[in-house]
T-cell receptor, first 116, second 115 residues
Framework: DAMVIQNPRYQVTQFGKPVTLSCSQT?????MYWYQQKSSQAPKLLFH???????NEADTPDNFQSRRPNTSFCFLDIRSPGLGDAAMYLC???????????????FGPGTRLTVL | AQKVTQAQTEISVVEKEDVTLDCVYE???????LFWYKQPPSGELVFLIRRNSFDEQNEISGRYSWNFQKSTSSFNFTITASQVVDSAVYFCALSEDSGNTPLVFGKGTRLSVIA
């Protein structure tokens, strides 16, 4: 089945120790997103790739970076995780060909990050 | 600026009851898209429906139905004969048509269906 895969499902890191979360998709979608979701809150968009074009949300901290080496993979790098970065990180994809972001997004199962 | 309000934070119902989840949105665009997503305890967001602003027909899919009313800027979601498996957090979301604007989510409504 075509899907969005996130690894690992659970990640524990230490305060200040860099961590990378990965996302892959078999849907061949051109847009990939990274969301941060804290407990009992709505997902918050960090950034997205429209094809190869990177789009950062204005309030995304510099501590968060992303890479998309090819259509199928996207990585979230947290350079120096703080306690406040503990959250669920959701990857999503969509197929959008008209310049907008209006089609349904397909989400992965998420990676729950714990910062000690 | 776009905004989505889900006033109900938590709802509890007994199995087989009907339940309606409210969603009110704000946008200045004339073309926009509304969505509902379900997030079960496993964490994965599951797409339920997408509706564009020009299509005000109500939609029914099995036990799920959606009532879109532009006059009140609402896009409410009803589950008929609720089941325990419907227990989840439900998010309403809005996407404007102009440019590269991302999806804006409401804060979600946690639905608990009790057997």
């Amino acid at each position: 089945d075509a899907m969005v895969i996130q690894n690992p499902r659970y990640q524990v890191t230490q305060f200040g120790k860099p961590v990378t979360l990965s996302c892959s998709q078999t849907l061949n979608h051109n847009v990939m997103y990274w969301y941060q979701q804290k407990s009992s809150q709505a997902p918050k968009l960090l950034f997205h790739y429209y094809d190869k074009d990177f789009n950062n949300e204005a309030d995304t901290p510099d501590n968060f970076q992303s890479r998309r080496p090819n259509t199928s993979f996207c990585f979230l790098d947290i350079r120096s995780p703080g306690l406040g970065d503990a959250a669920m990180y959701l990857c999503a994809t969509s197929r959008d060909d008209m310049g907008g972001l209006n089609n349904e997004q397909f989400f992965g199962p998420g990676t729950r990050l714990t910062v000690l | 600026a776009q905004k989505v309000t889900q006033a109900q934070t938590e709802i509890s119902v007994v199995e087989k009851e009907d339940v309606t989840l409210d969603c009110v949105y704000e946008t200045r665009d004339t073309t926009y898209y509304l969505f509902w997503y379900k997030q079960p305890p496993s964490g994965e967001l599951v797409f339920l429906i997408r509706r564009n602003s020009f299509d005000e027909q109500n939609e029914i899919s099995g036990r799920y139905s959606w009532n879109f009313q532009k006059s009140t800027s609402s896009f409410n979601f009803t589950i008929t004969a609720s089941q325990v498996v419907d227990s989840a957090v439900y998010f309403c979301a809005l996407s404007e048509d102009s440019g590269n604007t991302p999806l804006v989510f409401g804060k979600g409504t946690r639905l608990s269906v009790i057997a």
